[in-house]
């Protein structure tokens, strides 16, 4: 008799760990796969539109890029906003009532020390930008990031398009804790909270040169994609083991890439994805060499390249 009680209950164990392995198994197979080469485009579409504005992801997306990459920062009142730099920047953006910054000023315009309100206020886009003249000139202003995202799903289900991933930097560097951005965890749990709310986590990497904010997304939500961004001339595996563990992505400056760093990524199970080639030949030569992506401000090169 106690025989046949234990039977029961162990084979109920038994089916209980056999249920939660079957379900691990299958959200992982609903994990999709990152593309077979990775087309990016680099602050959505930099070399063409005010970067990491919402029209710049609207031209990525008439481009048929694979990812959409950008940049993200938090404001005072907790917001993740999409911007490349801690303060509001004077080469491309203008007061909220059309002037243009000092250098001085700059200093006093930091995001994190903003409330969104005001963040939203500086005008984006009608600054010629020297660096990128072929870029289109139009009012803009820099997004919530739920508010990008919501922009991109709207636009991807109303034309019928391929979903794309989000590649999106945390900036963050160990000297600017709690003066420039959040600590890292909090960074972190900020854009993962956006993320889960709009059902994005599969298709979204997380990159980041800060490798505090990386361990922080490998040790509380594995599941997340992680990238590391390179600009040392440190050796691949002295950056990987500063990490501390296997990033889905390594992400170096396009000028660091050899075949040997390619192969040793490649052992590892990583993908080489360089940052930010804008020539149609260094993109034929890096393809050639065996990367599996490129993260590109211009791409339109990515259409040159397929014909």
């Known amino acids: 008799m106690i025989i046949n009680k234990i039977v029961p209950v162990a084979l109920a164990a038994l089916l209980l760990l056999a249920g939660c392995k079957s379900t691990e198994t299958i959200s992982q197979q609903q994990n999709p796969e990152l593309p077979a080469f990775d087309t990016e485009g680099h602050r959505g579409a ?7 504005s919402i029209p710049a992801m609207m031209k990525a997306l008439e481009l048929g890029v694979t990812t959409l990459e950008m940049d993200t920062h938090i404001t005072k009142d907790g917001k993740v906003v999409v911007t490349h730099d801690p303060h509001i920047n004077p080469l491309y953006a203008r007061t909220p009532d059309g002037k243009d910054i000092t250098k001085e000023e700059n200093k006093k315009y930091a995001i994190y020390q903003m409330d969104y ?23 803009t202003y820099i997004p919530l990031l739920s508010e990008l995202i919501d922009s991109v799903q ?123 080639v804008n020539t149609a030949e260094d993109i034929a030569r890096l393809k050639a060499m065996g990367v599996d992506g490129i993260i590109s401000d211009y791409p339109n090169l990515f259409k040159e390249m397929q014909k």
């Open 117 to 139: 309100d005001q963040v939203h206020q500086f005008e984006m886009g009608t600054k010629f930008y020297d660096a990128y003249p072929q870029q289109q000139k139009l009012k």
């Open 46 to 52: 930099r070399g063409l539109m005010p970067e990491n």
């Open 154 to 276: 709207t636009h991807i289900k109303k034309n019928n398009l391929p979903q794309v991933f989000y590649n999106i930097e945390t900036k963050s560097v160990p000297d600017g804790d709690n003066a420039i951005h959040p600590e890292p965890a909090v960074f972190v749990k900020k854009l993962v909270e956006v993320l889960e709310e709009k059902k994005l986590t599969q298709w979204a990497i997380i990159q980041s040169f800060d490798p505090r904010t990386l361990q922080v997304l490998h040790q509380q939500y594995p599941h997340i994609r992680a990238s590391l961004l390179v600009s040392n001339k440190d050796s691949f595996e002295e950056n990987i083991e500063r990490l501390g563990f296997t990033p889905v992505v390594y992400s170096p400056n396009y000028k660091l890439v050899t075949p040997e760093l390619i192969a040793k990524a490649h052992a590892k199970n990583i993908k080489v994805i360089p940052w930010t």
